[in-house]
């Protein structure tokens, strides 16, 4: 890293101060993030938070105007689910542990996917997940590194050779080594066929430890009955579940489980990057071919969730490598795919999941208190989600990440 570098980063690290004025960012609407909607509206920041959301007003002395004009403002999206240490090395492919890259090289590949994935309006992930995240995590946290706040599992927990009582220890390691959440996969990858890999015994052994040590169990599934079992063992958050059925998806709702189905970015974005997957691992024609025909699938069980009745929805996208910063575009396919209304999308990528991660009090909605992670689109995404691929504004924490056109 060059001394400019290293000065830039610095600059950046200077924490907002206390005698900072106050901003005032005017917009023709805000969508709240709860579902409520106000025009021609000022949001007041004070210290990095929100203090006020009303009518236009006077612009108290001393404060800065940000005048978005036309545009539309809403909280930063929340992603529940994302792979920001995933990229392709410099070769154009999926980066492995033996592709030659250095740690560092692939830490920079994780903080540039960081600042990516911010830009695209994304002000909090959680990240499902790596070791390396702890410090891309405490570095945006404390640092200046530009990027999402990041909640992560550090690494999964993969290993069905374990028992109950290992797996126990595993997840205390785990919230030892500062995960904010726990990753287990319990399901065979969608391209190996989906079936459960692990035990009932288990999977309660993963979800109950978790919960007694204060953290929440996020769990890989793809068949009916690993999200059963997910369910059953009383885990947090079911994630994909392909091939869930009408019983299983009643089941979560009455259990109150989140679940976080995707609606087509994971499998398309593999589809459209094959070159920089074929030949690792199971990316191969086998794992193509069972990819393709997902797909639909998983729109149907995107579109099956959103239609059962007391079902948490949340968002997630399973962003990896070439999708980091495309992070909004399962909220287009939610809404034209699946049959979810604009509003109702956006409430899921901010409020809800906001609630699911348990920072319901601190983002997710423009609400005084909470933290100023505010993003605003060209066009109304509550009219027409597709402005959520035009996202020219983005603040985190009270600073100005990102605002096209402004002098
Ligand atoms: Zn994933």
Redesign the pocket.
């Given at each position: 890293m060059t001394r400019g570098a290293l000065v830039f980063l610095c600059l950046c690290a200077v924490p907002v101060a206390a005698q900072e004025p106050a901003v005032v960012v005017r917009a023709a609407r805000v969508l709240d993030g709860r579902g409520g909607v106000v025009t021609n509206a000022d949001v007041v920041i004070e210290r990095g938070k929100i203090a006020r959301v009303g009518p236009r007003g006077a612009v108290p002395a001393g404060a800065r105007l940000v005048d978005l004009g036309d545009r539309t403002l809403l909280p930063g999206l929340i992603d529940a689910?994302a792979?920001p240490a995933w990229y392709f090395n410099r070769q154009g492919r999926l980066h492995t542990p033996r592709d030659g890259d250095t740690p560092v090289q692939s830490i920079l590949a994780e903080a540039a996917n960081a600042y990516r994935t911010l830009r695209a309006g994304f002000t909090t992930i959680q990240s499902?997940g790596d070791a390396r995240d702890a410090d891309v995590r405490d570095w945006i946290a404390t640092q200046g590194l530009p990027g999402p706040r990041i909640l992560t599992s550090l690494e999964p927990i993969t290993d069905e050779r374990l028992s109950p009582d290992s797996l126990r220890a595993v997840v205390r390691a785990r919230k030892a080594a500062g995960a904010d959440l726990i990753k287990v996969f319990i399901a065979a990858s969608i391209r190996d066929g989906g079936r459960q890999t692990m035990s009932d015994a288990q999977v309660e052994a993963v979800c109950d430890e978790a919960r007694k040590v204060g953290l929440r169990s996020v769990v890989?599934t793809q068949s009916d009955e690993s999200v059963r079992a997910a369910t059953l063992a009383g885990c947090t958050q079911v994630?994909h579940g392909i091939f869930v059925q009408q019983a299983s998806l009643d089941l979560m709702a009455a259990h109150g489980t989140w679940f976080d189905p995707q609606c087509a970015l994971v499998l398309q974005n593999y589809l459209d990057n094959r070159p920089k997957y074929d030949g690792i691992g199971n990316y191969n024609a086998a794992g193509f071919a069972a990819m393709e025909r997902a797909l639909p699938l998983t729109t149907a069980a995107t579109r099956a969730a959103l239609a059962t009745p007391g079902l948490k929805v949340l968002y997630g996208t399973?962003a990896?490598a070439g999708a980091e910063g495309r992070n909004g575009e399962d909220l287009v396919c939610r809404v034209e795919q699946a049959g979810e209304a604009p509003m109702h999308a956006i409430v899921a990528a901010t409020s809800l999941n906001a609630e699911a991660l348990g920072l319901g009090d601190r983002i997710g909605a423009v609400a005084p208190g909470h933290e100023a992670d505010l993003v605003a689109t060209d066009g109304d995404p509550s009219q027409d989600i597709a402005a959520v691929r035009r996202v020219s504004f983005v603040m985190k924490g009270g600073r100005i990440v990102r605002n096209d056109g402004a002098p």
């Open positions: 689910h792979h499902v890989h994630e399973d990896v």
